[in-house]
T-cell receptor, first 116, second 116 residues
Framework: AQKITQTQPGMFVQEKEAVTLDCTYD???????LFWYKQPSSGEMIFLIY??????QNATEGRYSLNFQKARKSANLVISASQLGDSAMYFC?????????????FGSGTRLSIRP | GAVVSQHPSRVICKSGTSVKIECRSL??????MFWYRQFPKQSLMLMAT?????????EQGVEKDKFLINHASLTLSTLTVTSAHPEDSSFYIC????????????FGSGTRLTVV
């Protein structure tokens, strides 16, 4: 069965500190894609970072990096130097298979709150 | 960049009426559109997948007659909530595969439906 698990319903972090949001996944596919999205209170889904299952290097996008541990089936998001604007819901998602036309499934999300 | 325009952003309707939500890809062709529903403080749950020129595929437990999906062209997909009831109040968001530079998925901005 395809599944994404996020075990942290909510997190509080001091501004400027780094934060790690956990994500584990389950799939029998050899080829798959992993995503992180940010959802502010407006509801829009903001793409943050992508990791392909065959990518050997961990993905990085500015202050975001993805700690991909394939054997453990984990894809944790690391946000460095957190900012007040980082307060939002964060969703880990997986696209089983290779095709970009495949549906993606989401984890339950983590609500991140940044303290000034 | 790629844009999926979703309208309306907010709608309030009376119980028993129908509501149509449109998702239009503005600068790319979307042969497939994914429709998600999100209840407050919950994750995105896939409702159905629409494909241009063929019938939509519904996820288990989603009523086909209640949530009518039509993919009229390569740039337009619509979701009609028929005979809406208060329990249908939710956030509905669409997503289209493509273009590739966005790692495969472009989301609409979402529709907040309130049924009174």
């Amino acid at each position: 069965a395809q599944k994404i698990t996020q075990t942290q319903p909510g997190m509080f972090v001091q501004e400027k500190e780094a934060v790690t949001l956990d994500c584990t996944y389950d799939t029998s596919d050899q080829s798959y894609g992993l995503f992180w999205y940010k959802q502010p209170s407006s509801g829009e889904m903001i793409f943050l970072i992508y990791q392909g299952s065959y990518d050997e290097q961990n993905a990085t996008e500015g202050r975001y990096s993805l700690n991909f541990q394939k054997a453990r089936k984990s894809a944790n998001l690391v946000i460095s130097a957190s900012q007040l604007g980082d307060s939002a819901m964060y969703f880990c998602a997986m696209r089983p298979g290779y095709s970009s036309a495949s549906k993606i499934i989401f984890g339950s999300g983590t609500r991140l709150s940044i303290r000034p | 960049g790629a844009v999926v325009s979703q309208h309306p952003s907010r709608v309030i309707c009376k119980s028993g009426t129908s509501v149509k939500i449109e998702c239009r890809s503005l600068d790319f062709q979307a042969t497939t559109m994914f429709w998600y529903r999100q209840f407050p403080k919950q994750s995105l749950m896939l409702m159905a997948t629409s494909n241009e020129g063929s019938k939509a595929t519904y996820e288990q437990g989603v009523e086909k007659d209640k949530f009518l999906i039509n993919h009229a062209s390569l740039t337009l997909s619509t979701l009609t909530v028929t005979s809406a009831h208060p329990e249908d109040s939710s956030f509905y968001i669409c997503s289209a595969p493509g273009p590739a530079h966005n790692y495969g998925y472009t989301f609409g901005s979402g529709t907040r439906l309130t049924v009174v």
